[in-house]
């Protein structure tokens, strides 16, 4: 039978597709700092996005598939002795192919592995992303090339449950062929539903190599010195997603403004863009992140403002509205397809609810994080204060999404009011908490240690809840203005947003001098030498500060009292609010001076945070999650700070951020990091980067509101 669809699927017409994106590409990116690491973006039969990559120093091999399920294919790629860093595998020559059946799309593609030997491939991973992200984040492409397969937890005990077939559909069936000149060695993996079905077949022209099948582990033995093609083909049956091109994203004047710059840094974010958007949702990120995220379209949807059609906004509200929880709570993150599944199968495992098995793959929504509960209404806020849209399509809007938007409205204003009646820090909006009572990191920083063990973000209180405050007051003022009702106990939020309005003193670090240099110094002295020679350097060359330095803490402990790490985080408070200039200026202050002072790495950009005020412990939580540590840049924070000053006149910064950025060759990732070779700082892709991240391709609106303001400067 699978032979069959096989041959069914060769047989369907095909047409080739060249890569709509690479990375690294010449002329943009520095391929060192990547590493090995290589990836190209395509488009299917239904224009959904594929994103092959090939992680160098591992021989990692994954395919997403980021369609209507957020699938993914993956291998791994070893010499005969099972090294990880001598597999050289590579992409092929030529480009991809593409087709579809009615029921299958399908990519073909080539890779090389080297003559002169054998190399193995294993680990056949097929299923959901999250589960290829799993795998990764367990560590388990070190294990040996012929371990046992990776299977989640959830679905061993749900298949042990249910019994029958379920068993039989938790790893991929693996077969090899020979016909005519060429051996094809297939997998086969149905969902744990058996609803949808993958497939993954790597091929060979026997005069170039020979194939074995070995439990798990497919060998390649090549017949002689010149390296060996691989045809790769991937097919599936999952729904597809239904994608928007750039006329339906961005403004006319911003199309027209991106095609008269011919700039291929602007082409690449344009169809980074389109490659994450479609009717259904806005992907937050590829190859990782291809589901809807409710923080990352709504902080997107603020940022390209200047850029967008003005009926994107709609869109997003809506993607957000759509699923919103009972108590009015936004969607961190959906799980769909094999995810959904798992997280089903859990619940049924645990409750014994058969009604979990009617559909397995019914999608779940994620309510834990906090900030993006604040951010809808300032996006509705924007939204209905901007005069671009008739008032006809607010009121269409209010007739559709009306309801879901009050039950956010009023979720807000509830959490918003124990602060409101009494202005102490121990009344602010606190993160959920664990099973373990670890205050859950509920904001963008959402690693463990994200908020160094806070459980008050800065971010949330200072920036998101009283802006989430004044626009409600805005919306109840605009419905009003159109003749349409307004929100409930408006005038107790208006009372509740200048009640709020004070709520960054809780968060103030004041240091003098003297504190400043032994903080630093102490810090500088638990680094291993090559980096304490580097920063001491640095201090040599700059000075340490000889005044009084103040800063927002990153957050607050239980007990209401600041956690000193000084962050990138008063960039979105600058870009939502505006300062008097004296505060303006303090608030700059971290982002100009530099790291271990400040936040300014030369030939980097800003670390995301600074911890050298904080105690060791601190500092060793960060040394063990590097994900928002000083080690690592956030190309968001770097566009909230660069939108933030374009409505300034703060040329200096924006230069100087602008170019140590540029000079880090790596100005398009979702995040990036530095290592010390030989004494000297360089940087290098972080590992989990996204070659696109929706909230780092608000670049663009940044070099439009730049470019736009250059004439009056």
Excluded at 92 to 114: H, I
Excluded at 184 to 205: K, V
Excluded at 316 to 327: E, H, N, T, W, Y
Excluded at 456 to 480: C, E, K, M, Q, Y
């Amino acid at each position: 039978m699978l032979v069959a669809i096989l041959l069914a699927i060769q047989a369907a017409p095909t047409r080739e597709a060249p890569p709509v994106l690479q990375f690294p590409a010449t002329g943009l990116d520095d391929s060192a700092a990547y590493e090995g690491y290589a990836a190209r973006l395509y488009r299917d039969s239904r224009r959904n996005s594929v994103e092959i990559y090939i992680e160098g120093k591992t021989g990692r091999v994954v395919h997403l598939w980021a369609d209507g399920l957020n699938e993914s294919i993956g291998f791994t790629v070893r010499d005969s002795g099972g090294q990880e860093t001598n597999a050289a595998v590579a992409f092929g020559a030529g480009p991809a192919t593409v087709g579809a059946s009615k029921t299958r799309r399908w990519l073909r593609y080539s890779l090389t592995v080297p003559g002169g030997r054998s190399t193995q491939i294993g680990q056949i991973l097929l299923g959901s992303m999250r589960i290829e992200r799993d795998f990764g984040y367990a560590g388990r492409v070190h294990d040996s090339i012929d371990a046992p397969p990776f299977v989640p937890q959830e679905f061993t005990a749900l298949a042990r449950r249910l019994g029958g077939a379920y068993p039989s559909r938790l790893v991929p069936l693996l077969s090899l062929t020979h016909a005519g000149t060429r051996w094809r060695a297939q997998a086969y993996q149905p969902s744990l539903d058996a609803r949808n079905h993958m497939w993954l077949t790597i091929s060979g022209d026997t005069r170039q190599s020979r194939a074995q099948l070995s439990g798990r582990v497919l060998t390649v033995r090549a017949r002689g010195l010149e390296p060996v093609e691989l045809l790769v083909e991937i097919a599936t049956d999952g729904p597809a997603l239904d994608p928007l091109d750039r006329k339906q994203i961005f403004s006319d004047a911003f199309r027209h403004f991106a095609d008269s710059a011919k700039s291929p840094r602007l082409e690449r974010e344009v169809r980074g863009f389109e490659l994450l958007s479609s009717r259904q949702k806005l992907m937050a990120g590829l190859p990782t992140y291809a589901t809807n995220f409710g923080r990352d379209m709504l902080m997107t949807a603020l940022l390209m403002e200047p850029v967008w059609s003005d009926t994107m906004p709609e869109f997003v509200m809506g993607a957000a509205l759509a699923k919103l929880a009972p108590s009015g709570e936004v969607s961190h993150e959906e799980a769909l397809g094999g995810q959904a599944i798992r997280e089903n199968g859990a619940e049924f495992v645990k409750t014994g609810n058969r009604a979990l098995l009617r559909n397995l793959q019914a999608t779940r929504e994620n309510y834990w994080m906090v900030d993006d509960d604040f951010q809808l209404p300032v996006v509705a806020g924007h939204y209905f204060a901007d005069p671009r849209v008739p008032d006809a399509r607010k009121r269409a809007f209010v007739r559709r999404w009306g309801a879901a938007l009050r039950k956010n409205l009023a979720y807000v204003a509830r959490q918003a009011a124990p602060y409101a009646r009494a202005q102490v820090a121990t009344n602010l909006v606190s993160f959920k908490r664990d099973a373990d009572g670890w205050c859950h990191p509920g904001s963008w920083r959402d690693s463990r240690v994200g908020y160094a063990g806070g459980c008050f973000a800065f971010d949330v209180n200072v920036v998101w809840v009283p802006a989430a405050l004044r626009a409600i007051g805005a919306i109840d003022s605009t419905l009003h203005a159109m003749g349409e009702p307004g929100i409930a106990a408006a005038q107790d939020v208006r009372r509740a947003a200048q009640a709020w309005q004070g709520a960054d003193r809780h968060f103030t670090v004041t240091l003098a001098p003297a504190e400043v240099e032994a903080r630093v110094r102490a810090k500088l002295a638990s680094l291993p030498e090559p980096e304490r020679v580097h920063w001491d350097s640095v201090i040599t060359a700059t000075g340490l500060p000889t005044d009084t330095l103040r800063f927002p803490a990153v957050s607050l402990d239980s007990a209401g009292r600041p956690i000193p790490v000084m962050s990138t985080d008063p960039a979105m408070w600058l870009l939502l609010e505006r300062q008097p200039d004296e505060r303006e200026t303090e608030l700059l202050r971290p982002f100009v001076l530099p790291y271990p002072i400040g936040l300014f790495i030369d030939g980097v950009g800003l670390a995301v945070a600074n911890d050298a005020y904080a105690t060791p412990k601190v500092w060793d939580m960060f040394e063990h999650d590097l994900y928002h540590s000083p080690r690592v840049v956030w190309g968001r924070e770097v566009n909230v700070l660069l939108a933030a000053l374009g409505v300034r006149n703060r040329p200096g910064i924006v230069d100087s951020v602008r170019s140590a950025v540029a000079r880090s060759g790596l100005q398009y990732a979702e995040l990036w990091s530095y290592k010390f070779d030989g004494g000297a700082l360089r940087p290098v892709r972080y590992g989990s980067s996204s070659d696109m991240q929706l909230w780092t391709l608000t670049d663009l609106a940044v070099q439009y509101l730049l470019n736009s303001r250059r004439p009056n400067q």
